[in-house]
């Protein structure tokens, strides 16, 4: 066991801390955290209880959402037992760690293998001298289990050992059912969901098992005698299983799986694991060369891609902060379709469907949302669960500790759009015309009804959208945001090309859905109009997009001057000076311009991009990887590169406790679009892939591969010779774009290009 033990020796695959800093404790449990899509587990100890935990320990599992608190509040990720607890008793007491006592501790984060390591040399207590060794994983393989190591050395002592492994928190919030010796079954107290955990946990010393005394309720402990140079192992292994119907008792499931898992035994459940997350790095890595701080980076960021999703789930989305943490209580915003599925459909496409299809699970509550507006079709939950149902808080404590209210839920209407843009993405990028039939179409269809309903016709001859959000959200219930008006004619325009593209190739299905849509050609007609009168607030003698109306004539605010502050400029400006300023929270019409660069002809691209730059704060986390994305394809790399250390820095740097609440899935999301869709210049034509590199000056070079309606690709950018370099891994010959001059890509024959100037 003491090898299986042993992190990935290569530092560039591993992140470590050593020591033990209450103040960084939770930075460190997010950022350490392990997850497969279905569980998540923060990154904290197993063994210690320290004087102070800065968030509990916790497991995630993906779904498991319940409202505990009264009636009417915000639904949320209701945590699991945390089934990792082990105590070690010795005849003085238990073995405390206390922090003071830890310097020696290491924890490793293995990106490669997906597990996470840690190390204690020479734990001391007067009784007996240790060094420790635990191993933690979520298998990527089967994703109901959890698997815990534990190699323990014994240095000095001949006394009474004893290990306790538990679970802590059995009613952390929800309520037990069943709890027996191997089993425990909980139900969520509203959403009537129900969760089951089955565990089997062995201890060998120096190489003979020893038998366990139970102690009921998913405890059991082991005794013996210690001394100098004995060797113990402990393994104990996992399975959840949630259900989403509470007649369905999840108890037996869970008893299978974990019967599985003792017959492959934790070698076998490790190995798997292993080669799960080889073939995922396969697929996924990106290489940088000449960078070591971005090669860490992307690989940080992919590992936490890697584990938030779960192909296999199509009730289930990625959270705000995937599986590892608190922090907006596992809501599923923009930042899925935005941020995270072009990694997803690129690199691992069944994921991103799995994703596409959970929207399309949640249609009917995006409907019932937009009847209840008043509007027709679909307009999806700014924040969204398990069901769709919109779940943003309508109020929260502000900066200066003020209630304030929240109306995304009402107004941030954008997400319909961008959800409409991911499938169309996905069926781009795939060519997966069962998920286009069965499910893509109809989103496309009724979020363009959306659209079409909620622009009115006015005295100017245009479609106006008032009242809205944009993705800056210092500004609230504005007219004609550029960003929702744009991507809404583009949605209503792909509406209109599924409804053309059915009738041509699958008329059955047209006749029956648009007949179960109540859809026809005067509707569609009417879309067209709405399309074609759209306003967009773009003005042709400036070039420049108005981000909504009345907005240039807004106060200007000088950010520079308040360049070095720590927080946000609407806690400096205060929210109603914020409100009445150009100063915006995040990449807008920057995000226009990164998801719609066709309209931005010209010169307009950089003019807006200059523009609403310096009008930019970046008070989310998702606004610098957007405007590093834009900012590299433009070919300002420099600045370009400042953003993706920015991005990088958000949940790497250990500088401030901002990510206690979990990493930032969508920033990470946001790491990888910088390097493949900003600095190689990945783009996805109607028939072909374009690459179009503009590497930062230190980027010897950039390597990675993508998936693309069934073909696998791999490109390399070689800066110091260059060349590109792309090779047709599995698949059918087709063009591949590269520097707008179109090259044809055949299996077995590399393709070189120069792209020196
Ligand atoms: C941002 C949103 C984002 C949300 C979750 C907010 O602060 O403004 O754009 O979707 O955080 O990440």
Redesign the pocket.
Known sequence: MERALKPTLDATWVLAANGYDPLREGNLESRFAISNGFLGIRGSRATTRGARWVVPPRTYVAGLFDTPGAEGTTPGLIPAADWLRVRILLPGGPLVHHPGDVSSHGMTLDLRRGALFSEFGQLKSPDVGMRLRTARLVSLNERSVGLQLIHLEIEEGEVEVTLEASFEGLDLGLVPERLEQDLGVWRTLRSGKSLAMATAAFLQVDGHDLPPTPLGQLKCSWSWKSRPGQIVCFERSVAVVRSDAQSLDPGGGARDKIYVARQLGWRGVLAEHEAAWTSRWQCSEVKVDGDAFAQKALRFAIYHLNSAANPDDEHVSIG?RALTGDD?RGHV???TEIFLLPFYILSWPEAARALLMYRFHTLDAARTKAAGMGWQGALYAWESADTGIETTPEHAIGPDRQIIDILCGKQEQHISADIAYAVWQYWQATGDDAFLRDAGAEILLETGRFWSSRARPEADGRHHIRGVIG?D?YHEHIDDNAFTNVMARWNIRRALDVATLLRGRWPKLWTSLSSRLALDDSELEQWRKVAETMATGFDPKTGLFEQFAGFFTLEEIDLAAYAGRSVPMDVVLGRERTRQSQVI??ADVVALLGLLPEEFGGENAAKNFLYYESRCDHG???SPAMHGMVAARLGYSDAALRYFRQTAAIDLADTHAAIDGGV?I?ALGGIWLMAVFGFAGVSLQNDSVAVDPKLPANWRSLGFRLQWRGRHLKISIDQTEQRLEATLEAGEPMTLVVSNEPQELCRGQALRVDIGK
Do not use: I, T
């Open positions: 705000a907006y915003f923009w930042d993705p959200e929270k995040q989310s986390s998702l930032h969508a």
